[in-house]
């Protein structure tokens, strides 16, 4: 078991536009080493005490434990929701050389003030 170095974050967002604002930001930051954009899709939710619908984007944002902090904060400065969704799961396992090059591409946040 790798244990929780390693997180998987889902971030949903409303245009296609905002998640590659928040993904190119989240990269160049060194705070994710990939975002995926998945969509459009159709989310189903509860806000303010109603049923709602909207066609949104999934970002799975591939990060370290060690900087969650930071990766919710940026996504929260350049989301437009009041409530953006920001769920981590840890990575208990995966490919060697995979995580390897995840830590490598956020090693460089660290590096900063």
Same mark, same amino acid.
């Given at each position: 078991m790798i244990g929780a170095e390693f997180m998987v974050v889902l971030v949903t967002?409303?245009?296609?536009?905002?998640?590659?604002?928040? &993904?190119?930001?989240?990269?160049?930051?060194?705070? &994710?080493?990939?975002?995926?954009?998945?969509?459009?899709?159709?989310?189903?939710?509860?806000w303010k005490a109603q049923v709602a619908e909207d066609d949104e984007h999934l970002l799975i944002i591939k990060t370290r434990q060690q900087v969650m902090g930071a990766v919710e904060a940026r996504v929260r400065a350049l989301?437009?929701?009041?409530?953006?969704?920001?769920? *981590?799961?840890?990575?208990?396992?995966?490919?060697?050389?995979?995580?390897?090059?995840?830590? *490598?591409?956020?090693a460089g946040v660290l590096l900063r003030p």
């Open positions: 967002v409303g245009s296609r536009p905002e998640g590659e604002t928040i &993904a190119r930001q989240l990269v160049e930051d060194g705070l &994710a080493a990939c975002v995926n954009i998945v969509g459009p899709i159709r989310s189903v939710y509860v989301h437009s929701y009041e409530v953006p969704e920001v769920v *981590a799961l840890p990575i208990v396992g995966g490919s060697t050389p995979y995580l390897d090059w995840l830590r *490598a591409g956020t």
